[in-house]
T-cell receptor
């Protein structure tokens, strides 16, 4: 059990560019979650998958955001046409059914 | 609207000085309450889950309790390595997401 892995750890991009983050969950976990966290705030839910099916999406997830989990394994989160307000830590978590979430160490996005 | 409020926002303790962190919640139906610890630059680390009023869980110097409206995280004789942000989150019926509070930043100095 190597834990939840996220790549890259840091990403700096210019406004208007597209970015993609990857998350590798704990291997036997069927659920995968994406959260966003800004400084001084708690994590905010974005979306979650059970296996390959995306079952819930937050209103925070505008049409510039898209997430996939092909074959129910790793997941990607893409942000198109980034804005300065997208700067945050993007956290991935996984779980086996409704067991507690295990988080990765996040990808810190800075949009200049 | 479902809401989680944590207090205080920040807490400074001297090593050995016990205290409590509060998490109050207003939700439509509580399925479970979670406590996490978060160190700077890292993801939250799971500590406890509580499911019903009156339940208590302990781990080393930490004890979590739950009532119908709030949860407490009691820290007994803290050490500097307990310094972190402590996050509370609720899992409610009709959704599979966790709703987090804004956390309590704890500093324990020698």
């Amino acid at each position: 059990d190597t834990g939840v892995s996220q790549d890259p750890r840091h990403k700096i991009t210019k406004r208007g560019q597209n970015v993609t983050f990857r998350c590798d969950p704990i291997s036997e976990h069927n659920r995968l979650y994406w959260y966003r966290q800004t400084l001084g705030q708690g994590p905010e839910f974005l979306t979650y998958f059970q296996n390959e099916a995306q079952l819930e999406k937050s209103r925070l997830l505008s049409d510039r955001f898209s997430a996939e989990r092909p074959k129910g394994s790793f997941s990607t989160l893409e942000i198109q046409r980034t804005e300065q307000g997208d700067s945050a830590m993007y956290l991935c978590a996984s779980s086996l059914d409704r067991a507690p979430l295990h988080f990765g160490n996040g990808t810190r996005l800075t949009v200049t | 609207e479902d809401q989680v409020t944590q207090s205080p926002e920040a807490l400074r303790l001297q090593e050995g000085e016990s205290s409590s962190l509060n998490c109050s919640y207003t939700v439509s139906g509580l399925r479970g309450l979670f406590w996490y610890r978060q160190d700077p630059g890292k993801g939250p680390e799971f500590l406890f889950t509580l499911y019903s009023a009156g339940e208590e869980k302990e781990k080393e110097r930490l004890k979590a309790t739950l009532t119908k409206k709030e949860s407490f995280l009691h820290i007994t004789a803290p050490k500097p390595e307990d310094s972190a942000t402590y996050l509370c989150a609720v899992h409610i019926y009709n959704t599979d997401k966790l709703i987090f509070g804004t956390g309590t930043r704890l500093q324990v100095f020698p």
